[in-house]
């Protein structure tokens, strides 16, 4: 048995996508193992393909025994395969097995959950890139006293700027594809998935991209 890693562009919030992206990849012989991610990674092993349902649970109701729950999932045919953050993810190759605990409600939590985190994460960004380089540039100006990185900075703050603008875009894009899945209740397809990837892997680069652009310009400041 041979362990391969993979880069997954999903999250443990993506529900549906990260389950077909999961199932999608079981045909091709990967079966995701008990370590299930690091950081975007996802590490399987390797088998024959076949056919393999994923379930992402990451709001179980409440019980006297969350055990009790648990044990339940297990009886209806589903193996816990791993935990990552909040979530539990459980396997079947019972094609009839009855579905866990999953559906729109739980899925409609998630994406609240996912808009919450990507909005903490915008403001941070703006006040560590943007945000700081108005408070920098407005304080030069109102002191008169402008730098020889002046220019240098007005070139970043626009970069910055820009890569914040799609991001606000990306993260409005990625937030309509999943609620408009949720309302119309429609599985999601090869397409369909690849396409809110794209969205997702889109997103992670232009947060790189800022995160490199404030890298390079404090070193450049720096020399």
Same mark, same amino acid.
């Given at each position: 048995?041979?362990?391969?890693?993979?880069?997954?562009?999903?999250?443990?919030? @993506?529900?549906?996508?990260?389950?077909?992206?999961?199932? @999608?990849?079981? =045909?091709?012989?990967?079966?995701?193992?008990?370590?299930?991610?690091?950081?975007?990674?996802?590490?399987?092993?390797?088998?024959?393909?076949?056919? $393999?349902?994923?379930?992402?649970?990451?709001?179980?109701?409440?019980?006297?025994? @969350?055990?009790? $729950?648990?044990?339940?999932?297990?009886?209806?045919?589903? =193996?816990?395969?791993?935990?990552?953050?909040?979530?539990?993810?459980?396997?079947?190759?019972?094609?009839?097995?009855?579905?866990?605990?999953?559906?729109?409600?739980?899925? /409609?939590?998630?994406? =609240? /959950? $996912?808009?919450?985190?990507?909005?903490?994460?915008?403001?941070?960004?703006?006040?560590?890139?943007?945000?700081?380089?108005?408070?920098?540039?407005?304080?030069?100006? $109102?002191?008169?006293?402008?730098?020889?990185?002046?220019?240098?900075?007005?070139?970043?703050?626009?970069?910055?700027?820009?890569?914040?603008?799609?991001?606000?875009?990306?993260?409005?894009?990625?937030?309509?594809?999943?609620?408009?899945?949720?309302?119309?209740?429609?599985?999601?397809?090869?397409?369909?998935?690849?396409?809110?990837? /794209?969205?997702?892997?889109?997103? /992670?680069?232009?947060?790189?991209?800022?995160?490199?652009?404030?890298?390079?310009?404090?070193?450049?400041?720096?020399?």
């Amino acid at each position: 048995m041979k362990i391969k890693w993979k880069y997954c562009p999903f999250s443990i919030h @993506d529900t549906d996508y990260l389950q077909f992206w999961l199932e @999608d990849c079981s =045909k091709q012989g990967l079966f995701l193992s008990g370590s299930g991610f690091v950081g975007p990674f996802a590490r399987f092993y390797t088998a024959s393909p076949k056919a $393999m349902r994923y379930r992402v649970i990451s709001a179980l109701p409440k019980t006297s025994d @969350d055990n009790q $729950m648990v044990q339940m999932i297990h009886d209806s045919g589903w =193996k816990s395969i791993c935990s990552v953050g909040t979530a539990d993810i459980y396997a079947s190759t019972n094609s009839t097995a009855p579905e866990p605990h999953s559906d729109p409600d739980i899925e /409609r939590i998630d994406l =609240k /959950r $996912m808009a919450v985190r990507k909005i903490i994460g915008l403001l941070l960004l703006f006040l560590i890139g943007p945000g700081s380089h108005i408070l920098q540039l407005n304080s030069s100006i $109102m002191t008169g006293s402008v730098s020889s990185y002046y220019l240098f900075d007005i070139s970043c703050f626009i970069l910055l700027l820009l890569a914040y603008i799609i991001l606000i875009a990306l993260t409005v894009y990625g937030w309509h594809i999943q609620n408009k899945h949720l309302t119309e209740y429609v599985e999601p397809n090869y397409e369909e998935t690849k396409k809110y990837g /794209r969205n997702k892997n889109s997103f /992670r680069f232009m947060v790189c991209t800022i995160i490199v652009i404030l890298i390079v310009q404090s070193i450049i400041r720096a020399l």
